[in-house]
């Protein structure tokens, strides 16, 4: 079965930096777009980055352009965010996605982003 396994959350200052990273089994992971959204309390799911199937392509949010940078190493089955220049802002709960048909959407646990001094 599908499984995503986040890591790298934790509690930072502002200005500060973090690394997510996702592991990924139960599908071909080289063959499929992967997603990370972040999700705010009392917001709604929000979509932060993208990165294509190759990693090719790359599309983010307009909050996080020039901070965040979606990656991913296929060998590893794994996606990674890179976040820099954190603001309180930045604080959510973050997930990993994988959409593998118009059915099967996929989501990881979570973890969890704190920015604050």
């Known amino acids: 079965q599908v499984q995503l396994v986040e890591s790298g959350g934790g509690l930072v200052q502002p200005g500060g930096s973090l690394r997510l990273s996702c592991a990924a089994s139960g599908f071909s992971f080289g063959n499929y777009d992967m997603k990370w959204y972040r999700q705010a309390p009392g917001k709604e799911r929000e979509l932060v980055a993208s990165i294509s199937y190759n990693g090719g392509r790359t599309n983010y949010v307009d909050s996080v352009k020039g901070r965040f940078t979606i990656s991913r190493d296929n060998a590893k089955k794994s996606v990674y965010l890179q976040m820099n220049s954190l603001k309180p802002e930045d604080t959510a709960v973050y997930y990993c996605?994988?959409?593998?048909?118009?059915?099967?959407?996929?989501w990881g646990q979570g973890t969890q982003v704190t920015v604050s001094s």
């Open positions: 996605n994988v959409r593998t048909s118009l059915l099967d959407n996929y």
